[in-house]
T-cell receptor, first 111, second 107 residues
Framework: DAGITQSPRHKVTETGTPVTLRCHQT?????MYWYRQDPGHGLRLIHY???????DKGEVSDGYSVSRSKTEDFLLTLESATSSQTSVYFC??????????FGSGTRLTVV | KNEVEQSPQNLTAQEGEFITINCSYS?????LHWLQQHPGGGIVSLFM???GKKKHGRLIATINIQEKHSSLHITASHPRDSAVYIC?????????FGTGTRLQVFP
């Protein structure tokens, strides 16, 4: 198995509610990333982590926060979901920023 | 202008045809990645290359660093190759993705 799991796989939520997506890995990789994928755009980086409690912003970080309290879990939180955050979210991991493994994605719909 | 451009955006082929997908980039890179995404599915890494050529089964990836261009070739294409193919420039501290090429192979 790939060693990376995203949950939930699908979620529908209402505007203004908080939402947390989880990325879980069993590979003990140092780096973890959250991307969003939208039609007409390539995957865009939201936030990434280079170690426990070490995170940084990507190009589309507004409206998102992250936490990494354990090596294996990287959480993405939408504090107050908006319709513009309807997207497919992918997590990726890498031990060394050379080879990347991607999760299966979370399809989030904000209504 | 996007830093990573792919062409064509959409590609239709008959089973058995030779397929070429192109990727041009305008940033400095340490490597170039080719990824595959099946409909509704996750993303799988196919190749990572920093020079020359790599081959895996019916897939071949090439890169010309001087021209900032990479190609992905599929020989003897099959309907199961139908997917979106994405190139990503590895800009040392981040990946910059193209928008993908949607390939449909018909029997």
């Amino acid at each position: 198995d790939a060693g990376i799991t995203q949950s939930p796989r699908h979620k529908v939520t209402e505007t203004g509610t908080p939402v947390t997506l989880r990325c879980h890995q069993t590979e003990n990789h140092r780096y973890m990333y959250w991307y969003r994928q939208d039609p007409g755009h390539g995957l865009r980086l939201i936030h990434y982590s280079y170690g426990v409690k070490d995170t940084d912003k990507g190009e589309v970080s507004d409206g998102y926060s992250v936490s990494r309290s354990k090596t294996e879990d990287f959480l993405l939180t939408l504090e107050s979901a908006t319709s513009s955050q309807t997207s497919v979210y992918f997590c990726a991991i890498t031990p060394d920023r050379v080879g990347y493994t991607f999760g299966s994605g979370t399809r989030l719909t904000v209504v | 202008k996007n830093e990573v451009e792919q062409s064509p955006q959409n590609l239709t082929a008959q089973e058995g045809e030779f397929i070429t997908i192109n990727c041009s980039y305008s940033v400095g890179i340490s490597a170039l990645h080719w990824l595959q995404q099946h409909p509704g599915g996750g993303i799988v890494s196919l190749f990572m290359l920093s020079s020359g050529k790599k081959k895996h089964g019916r897939l071949i990836a090439t890169i010309n660093i001087q021209e900032k261009h990479s190609s992905l070739h599929i020989t003897a294409s099959h309907p199961r190759d139908s997917a979106v193919y994405i190139c990503a420039a590895d800009n040392t501290d981040k990946l910059i993705f193209g928008t993908g090429t949607r390939l449909q192979v018909f029997p």
